[in-house]
T-cell receptor, first 110, second 116 residues
């Protein structure tokens, strides 16, 4: 079965501190992994995807197939990073429907 | 055409009534998805269209739910005989399968349904 687990519903860190949002997945095959973000009163939007290997807004995520993890990291948190973050996966081919985790609400304290 | 548009933004209905939501995707996107999100959960897949063809439906989509995408443009999601458990945010997303598209899905703002 396809499943995405985000173990932390809430995460609070101070500005300037490192951030790590955890994501583990179960999938038979090679999925595509994503992080989506939803800022207050805005729509859900793509933050990054593992195949692009980009750093967006200072965030990076490395796919660890051995641990089936795709943790999101940022070395120095900023107040504007406060948002809801969702990890998601899809098949690389075919319908590409997304399976989401339950989300982590990140709060950056000043 | 700057994004995915959903209407209405909010809908309050009495139990047992029928409701219909509309989604207008990005015009060049041939794939359209419906998701449902309840409080404290991530979005859950409901159904998917490629052009006008409905290619996949989730088990979450009971017989009371029907979706259409005539002419491969906008899509509608209808819920008949609504129940309180249908209260949720209904999200629409569109996507292009072109390999040059690095941006993944584009989501709409959603329609929040409250069944009283």
């Amino acid at each position: 079965a396809q499943r995405v687990t985000q173990p932390e519903k809430l995460l609070s860190v101070f500005k300037g501190a490192p951030v790590e949002l955890k994501c583990n997945y179960s999938y038979s095959g090679s999925p595509e992994l994503f992080w989506y973000v939803q800022y207050s009163r805005q729509r859900l939007q793509l933050l990054l995807r593992h195949i692009s290997r980009e750093s967006i807004k200072g965030f990076t995520a490395d796919l660890n197939k051995g641990e089936t993890s795709f943790h999101l990291k940022k070395p120095f948190a900023q107040e504007e990073d406060s948002a809801m973050y969702y990890c998601a996966l899809s098949r690389i081919q075919g319908a590409q429907k997304l399976v989401f985790g339950q989300g982590t609400r990140l709060t950056i304290n000043p | 055409d700057t994004g995915v548009s959903q209407n209405p933004r909010h809908k309050i209905t009495k139990r047992g009534q029928n409701v219909t939501f509309r989604c207008d995707p990005i015009s060049e996107h041939n794939r359209l998805y419906w998701y449902r999100q309840t409080l404290g959960q991530g979005p859950e897949f409901l159904t998917y269209f490629q052009n006008e063809a409905q290619l996949e439906k989730s088990r979450l989509l009971s017989d009371r739910f029907s979706a259409e995408r005539p002419k491969g443009s906008f899509s509608t999601l209808e819920i008949q005989r609504t129940e309180q458990g249908d209260s949720a945010m209904y999200l629409c997303a569109s996507h292009s399968r072109k390999e040059s598209n690095p941006y993944g899905y584009t989501f709409g703002s959603g329609t929040r349904l409250t069944v009283v």
